[in-house]
C-alpha cells in the first residue's frame, strides 16, 4: 500500500504553481510585457481633474487646456523650439500646391477662408515635421517648465503645460491625430520663419541688405537662440567626426602625425592635454602660415557634401594667426590631429 501522500505547505504549493507557470510559458514563448512607465509627478499635476468622479469630464477637460496651449510657446522653455524652419516653409509651400492653391491665389483668399487653409495645410504636414527628437526636446522643456510653475504656484500654465506633456506622452504609445496648441503655434513661427533664412536668390534686384536681414530674425522671438544652438550643435558634430577621422583635411604633416603619434604613445595622461601640448609647440608664426595656406586648399577644393562645414574651417582658418586655447577653433585642431593620427597609414 502506498503511503499516504504529503500535503504541501502554502508556500510549496505557490512555488509549485510559479513553476508550472514558467514550464508553460517557456514552451509558448510568453513573454511577461513591460510594466508602463508612469510619470508620476504629471499624474498628480493633473490630479484636479483625472480625480474627478467622472473620468470622461477631466480627460475631455485636459484635452481642452492643451488644445488652448499656444499661449505657452512665450515661456522662455519654449520661446527657441522651432522645427526646422526653411523645411517647414518648403514642406508648407508643396502642400498648398498639392492642394492646388497658387502663392498668389492663397493671399488672395480673405483673411479667414486663408487662416482655415493655414491650419488645414500645417496638420497635414505636421506628420512629417514632428520628429521622435523633437518630442523628446519638447518634453524635457516641458518638465522644466512644469517644476517653475509649480515652484511659483501658476496653477493654470502648470496645468496647460502638463496636459501638453499627457499628449505628447500619449502620442509616444499610440498613434494619434491630436496634436497641442503649442505645437501648432511652433509649426506657425517655423514657417514664418523660413523665408528669413534661406540663401537670397542671384536674380532678386538690388544688393542684399545683410543688417535688415539680421534685424529680421532679431524681431522673431527665440529664433536667434534657436540658431545659436543649431550652430553650437552642428559645431559639436564637426569637432566629433573629426576626431573619430570621419572628417579628414589633412592639415598635418606625415612627420608631425608621426611626432605626436610617439608621444601620445608615451604619455600615461589625457590624450587631449597631450595632443593640445603638442599643438602649442609646433604651431610656430609660420607653420600658422603653412595651416592658413593649406585651408585655402581645402576650402578651394570643398566637395558639395561637405559645405556645410565651409564656416567652421572659415572660422578656424580666421583664428590660425592669433589661435589660443580653450577656444572652438583649438578643439577643432586637436579633433584634426587626434583623428588623423588614428587614420594615419604610412604606406
Excluded: C
Excluded at 467622472?54 to 499656444?70: C, F, I, Y
Excluded at 482655415?116 to 516641458?142: G, M, N, S, Y
Amino acid at each position: 500500500m502506498a503511503g499516504k501522500k504529503k500535503k504541501l505547505s502554502r508556500q510549496e504549493q505557490k512555488l509549485q504553481k510559479q513553476q508550472q507557470k514558467n514550464r508553460l510559458r517557456r514552451r509558448t514563448g510568453w513573454q511577461e510585457p513591460e510594466a508602463p512607465e508612469i510619470n508620476w509627478q504629471l499624474m498628480e499635476d493633473l490630479r484636479p481633474f483625472f480625480g474627478r468622479p467622472d473620468l470622461e469630464k477631466g480627460l475631455a477637460a485636459v484635452m481642452e487646456l492643451a488644445v488652448d496651449s499656444d499661449e505657452l510657446v512665450h515661456e522662455p522653455e519654449f520661446m527657441s523650439l522651432f522645427f526646422l524652419p526653411t523645411t517647414a516653409f518648403m514642406l508648407f509651400v508643396a502642400a498648398m500646391e498639392e492642394n492646388g492653391l497658387a502663392a498668389d491665389d492663397y493671399f488672395a483668399l480673405p483673411e479667414e477662408v486663408r487662416s482655415e487653409k493655414f491650419f488645414e495645410i500645417v496638420e497635414q504636414i505636421l506628420p512629417e515635421l514632428f520628429t521622435d527628437e523633437f518630442r523628446e526636446t519638447l518634453l524635457e522643456r516641458a518638465e522644466t517648465a512644469r517644476t517653475r510653475f509649480r515652484d511659483s504656484g501658476n496653477e493654470q500654465k502648470l496645468w496647460q503645460t502638463s496636459a501638453v506633456q499627457f499628449i505628447l506622452e500619449m502620442k509616444g504609445d499610440e498613434e494619434t491625430d491630436f496634436y497641442p496648441g503649442l505645437i501648432y503655434t511652433i509649426a506657425t513661427k517655423s514657417i514664418e520663419a523660413g523665408p528669413l533664412l534661406m540663401t537670397p536668390d542671384d536674380k532678386d534686384e538690388g544688393p542684399f541688405d545683410e543688417e535688415a536681414a539680421q534685424q529680421r530674425i532679431d524681431d522673431v522671438p527665440g529664433l536667434r537662440d534657436y540658431l545659436n544652438s543649431m550652430i553650437r550643435m552642428a559645431q559639436e558634430k564637426f569637432i566629433h567626426d573629426m576626431l573619430d577621422g570621419e572628417l579628414l583635411f589633412q592639415l598635418f604633416t606625415d612627420a608631425e602625425i608621426e611626432e605626436a603619434t610617439e608621444l601620445l604613445e608615451q604619455d600615461s595622461g589625457d590624450s587631449l592635454d597631450g595632443a593640445g601640448d603638442f599643438l602649442n609647440r609646433i604651431l610656430t608664426e609660420p607653420r600658422r602660415a603653412e595651416m592658413g595656406a593649406r585651408m585655402d586648399v581645402v576650402l578651394a577644393d570643398l566637395p558639395e557634401h561637405l559645405q556645410g562645414t565651409r564656416p567652421f574651417l572659415e572660422e578656424i582658418q580666421a583664428d590660425l594667426p592669433e589661435l589660443e586655447p580653450q577656444t572652438a577653433s583649438w578643439a577643432a585642431l586637436i579633433a584634426a590631429l587626434i583623428g588623423e593620427i588614428n587614420t594615419y597609414d604610412p604606406d
